[in-house]
């Protein structure tokens, strides 16, 4: 019987159940969000594989192609000289279309089942990425099926990043949330390592299968997150987490409105009972303006902007600057792209880290921005000087450019999906993500494009835009940066807590 028991073995075991839940949970987004991103990546490593230099390749006995045809072996309709902006152009349909998916998807995340709305995105997205793939096994050669597909694919995989961190934010606090979630977003470059990896078995070959497989993956993946993903902790009797820091006896003061009855999904007939004197209302969805006047949410939605747009360049076109740069095949360049993302796993936990213990996110970001300006400089200059230089440079820039955008994209979407100013209205987490997320993914579709229309004058030419758009991230996080300086400085004389932005 309960009461036999003393209430520190209790304690114990609700605190080991909640912890066995939220971990499992942290886990399962991780692995939801890891395919997302591995599905996105194949097209980066291919790209050297669908424009190639046949004159290195051994045309077969019965080709019908003139012998001054160098291009005998690439993939039409990438066998033109204007191969690189059709390749961009193919980026951009996802991009562009992932961006203005984004702004509606936030909304559509906080009404409907986080479940349902994941596990359709998935499928659908294992389906459009096998669809890629599929043109080569059934000889397409129209620019437009690639194009549709991509579109396509950008607006479901719209589906992922709000639901995740609206689901992990409705599962942990702010405590150590830098930390936590700098490890979990490591789920990028996971995806990014396991999608370049992936798509190298097989891009010398029959390339269609670097798609395939990755959809078949995540489309699997939807499935086990249709089965097993949890919304809510009260769902399954778990404790909510405590978002500002408040102390625990607050949880549950009556006259508190952000900790009303009618804030926490009720889950049984006593807690029915208490709230019969009056219906209980769900709290009412934030508007997009709404959304807007958060503070600090515009700022970082634009910074974001920026920071993406230098991160998504080298997602997208890394494996084809490494192989026309240092000459490595498909192969190598794609599996040296990996490095960029190793550094970015390594960035997003040290950001998290870091912003934890000295409560500043804006700094932070603005400090690993001001450090990837030469870094990329110097990658540009001397990074292919060898392959030492080449690893050491690579992992450098990754962590410093990585770093920022996951910081933003997760411990600071849910802080101010979080903010105060909500009054525990936890609605706002999910159309808060998906705006701060969107703005990012117009810099995402840009950075690729403007790299693919550069290019041809010259890969410094395209660093040099990289640069220009990473002091102009940091240029946009002043005004928080001088805030935070002085709520540090308030602190220090006071000694009394950090004060919220």
Known sequence: M??????????????????WFRGSILL??????????????PISVVKSRLHQNCSEQIKPINDTHSLNDTTWCSWAPFDKDNYKELLAGVDNAFLVAYAIGMFISGVFGERLPLRYYLSAGMLLSGLFTSLFGLGYFWNIHELWYFVVIQVCNGLVQTTGWPSVVTCV???????KRGFIMGIWNSHTSVGNILGSLIAGIWVNGQWGLSFVVPGIITAIMGVITFLFLIEHPEDVDCSPPQHHGEPAENQDNPEDPGNSPCSIRDSGLETVAKTSKGPCEEPAAIDFFGALRIPGVVEFSLCLLFAKLVSYTFLYWLPLYISNVAHFSAKEAGDLSTLFDVGGIIGGIMAGLISDYTNGRATTCCVMLILAAPMMFLYNYIGQDGITSSIVMLIICGGLVNGPYALITTAVSADLGTHKSLKGNAKALSTVTAIIDGTGSIGAALGPLLAGLISPTGWNNVFYMLISADVLACLLLCRLVYKEILAWKVSLSRGSGYKEI
């Open 169 to 175: 934010g409705n599962w942990f606090g702010k405590g």
């Open 28 to 41: 399962l987004t991780f692995l939801i969000y890891t395919c997302y991103h591995m599905s996105r990546k």
């Open 2 to 19: 309960r009461s036999s028991l003393a209430p520190g073995v209790w304690f114990f075991r609700a605190f080991s159940r909640d912890s």
